[in-house]
């Protein structure tokens, strides 16, 4: 078998068996045994879970280059019919990380090739993405910090984009992206006379409206800010009893830290405005926190570089995309950048039950990692 058979062929065995975040041993395993049956090295498992890196060292000390990707899945059912569709009931991948892990497994291949005089390149397979919290528990690793890598980059695909072109975007790659859940506690009556208690529904209601007028939906606005009901829960189905509890979930995202703290702010006094209004104690729990990801400009530079040596398209972006990413934890304290790859234009969108890692993107991720490699250990 080839290499890029090879390759391909445990891209399709990742998306067979999914695994969800935190709980990501089986997946991590089957990369453990890629990487020992075609190129071994040091690999250092348990990273901020269920995480792996394996480390290739040249002669000298030089710089070190971690190329990152994502291990999770999600809770997904598929709806796709082909051979390689998913065996576990209720998960797939559904954002491109079986393809995202392929491409960096598949650089062992280009590595076991090179003969740079010093450096070291990190190939990173991180665990929980989809939550918030795998980059963060990684950063936190004492294994993960002694390695002390000085470069950290990473892609993910986005459909609806030209095949094989590159986006690029200067200021970040993702927004801010908080959630939250308000819990109400009222008192509860009976149906027939709802006077007697207190119902959280108008209080519910007030909050959505309120909370829906700190839209900036202009992603072109510095101010920009989207703030999404989620999920919402009151009472039960029980016709004679008027409810005393009831939940409120949101997801919210902006471009900034400033600009979240700022609406993080506004929501908690408009939610106690509400609550006080009609007599409601509540409880506002956070969650699920993925900080914008930003784009050093020496190494966006490199992933520019890249993309006009391997002749692709190149699409710069004005602002960055609106999903969440964990990869903004790195951010916070390395040089990162992260890039786009185009998925084609009939792709279906991120998260969609029938969408699927399209495999001709595993050469042009790994052509891009190499390339961005090569200059930064030539240097």
């Given amino acids: ?21 935190g709980f990501e041993h089986e997946t991590a395993t089957r990369i453990k045994q890629f990487i020992e049956r075609h190129h071994p090295t040091t690999i250092i498992e348990n990273i901020g879970g269920t995480g792996l890196a394996a480390i290739y060292k040249f002669p000298k000390k030089g710089k070190s280059i971690t190329i990152r ?20 009931k209720g998960i797939a991948h559904k954002c491109g990380h079986d393809g995202h892990m392929a491409i960096v ?21 991180q665990p929980a993405e989809e939550t918030g919290k795998g980059a963060y528990q990684v950063l936190k690793d004492e294994k993960f910090k002694a390695l002390k890598t000085d470069y950290i980059f990473a892609l993910h695909n986005i459909p609806k984009e030209p095949l094989h072109s590159i986006i690029t975007i200067q200021k970040g790659f993702s927004a801010e992206v908080q959630s939250f859940i308000v819990k109400l506690k009222g008192k ?31 992603p072109r606005d510095e101010n920009f800010a989207v703030l999404t009901p989620v999920h919402i829960n009151m009472g039960q189905r029980s016709y004679g009893i008027s409810p005393a509890n009831g939940e409120l979930h949101y997801t919210i ?11 993080k702010n506004q929501i908690e006094t408009t939610i106690k405005d509400i609550c006080r209004k009609y007599q409601l104690a509540h409880e506002i729990e956070w969650l699920e926190y993925f900080p914008a990801s930003s784009n050093e400009i020496e190494s966006n530079s490199h992933i520019t570089s890249a993309a006009k040596e391997n002749n692709y398209e190149i699409i710069e972006r004005p602002y960055p995309f609106k999903f969440g990413e964990d990869f903004g934890w790195f951010s916070n304290k390395y ?15 991120l998260h969609n039950a029938d969408y699927d890692f399209p495999d001709a993107l595993i050469e042009t991720g790994i052509n891009m990692f190499q390339s961005i490699i090569s200059n930064i250990m030539k240097v």
């Fill in 253 to 263: 995202r902006s471009w900034t830290s400033e600009n979240m703290l700022i609406l």
């Fill in 335 to 349: 040089k990162t950048a992260m890039f786009g790859l185009g998925a084609g234009i009939n792709t279906p969108a």
């Fill in 188 to 218: 509860e009556s009976h149906a027939a006379e709802p006077e007697n208690g207190i119902n959280p529904a108008l209080g519910i209601s007030d909050m959505i409206n309120a909370i829906s007028k700190l839209n900036v939906p202009n």
């Fill in 1 to 21: 078998m080839d290499k890029s058979a090879a390759i391909i062929k445990l891209r399709k065995e990742l998306h067979q068996h999914p695994e969800l975040s």
């Fill in 105 to 125: 497994a598949g650089l062992i291949f280009w590595i076991k090739q090179q003969s740079f005089s010093s450096g070291e390149i990190i190939l990173l397979f």
């Fill in 69 to 88: 990707c994502e291990l999770d899945a999600l809770p997904i059912q598929e709806e796709n019919s082909f051979s390689h569709q998913s065996k576990r």
